[in-house]
């Protein structure tokens, strides 16, 4: 399903190539990590060539992959010279190994990423760009599969107003729950979701996470300094985390 014209200045060998070379990464696979490298093929080594850097990865199929990784090049200050993203039925054994493809509607699919960008000619910086983009499809597995849960979340969050309403304004109220349902009706990409208790210490303010609350891209331990982050705030910047208000969108 690639545009022809993306292919057409392509020497039919590297085409294949790549194609092969791709197949032969991807024969082992355990669901669960993905499996990703950024080389600069050579043909004596590869046996194909390009005069880019290439990105090839094996993943289990879920939403944003491509969009993630492209951005993840554009932020490296990359260009992207091309992306060739089929959807493979894989059949593996229980060690991984691939043994054919299904023709079966409804079998489990694999993503199969194949990227080629600017050169990278450092081996420094093929294993940065490496990094990066595994990071970057940690993100979108952790996002992806605890998107349920932090909707569940939200809807909650929507009930215990329902149930247990704050001293606020009617008007408030309603306009915030309506807010909220919406975000929840597919309008909105939930990454993460943390909970934070706010005590008061010695006359001081001070934020905690809730123990096993944190979810998405969140409960990678980045929420584990908000603490020391909100105690280092000026006094009239913590006072806004006592203001009585619903929501506060930043």
Partial sequence: QVDAEDLSSRVPEDLYGAAMAHLGFARRFSSGTPKLRVYNPRAEE??????HT???????????LVDSVT???????????LIVH???????????????LSA??????????????????EAAGLDTLATDVARVLGDVRLAVGDWAPMRGHLLAIVDGIERQPPALPAE????????????????FTLLGYCCHDLASVDGQDQLTVVADSSLGILNDGSTKDVATSFAALPPEVRAYARRPELLVIT
């Fill in 46 to 51: 590869h046996g194909w060539a390009s005069p």
């Fill in 54 to 64: 290439v990105i090839e990865v094996v993943n289990d199929d879920m939403p944003f």
């Fill in 71 to 81: 951005m993840e090049v554009n932020r490296s200050g990359l260009t992207l010279h």
């Fill in 86 to 100: 089929p959807l493979v039925p894989a059949v593996r054994d229980a060690e991984g190994t691939l043994q054919g």
């Fill in 104 to 121: 079966e509607p409804g079998s489990a699919r694999e993503s199969f990423i194949h990227v080629e960008v600017d050169r990278v000619p």
């Fill in 172 to 187: 408030e109220l309603a306009e915030g729950k309506a807010f909220l349902h919406w975000l929840a009706d597919n309008h």
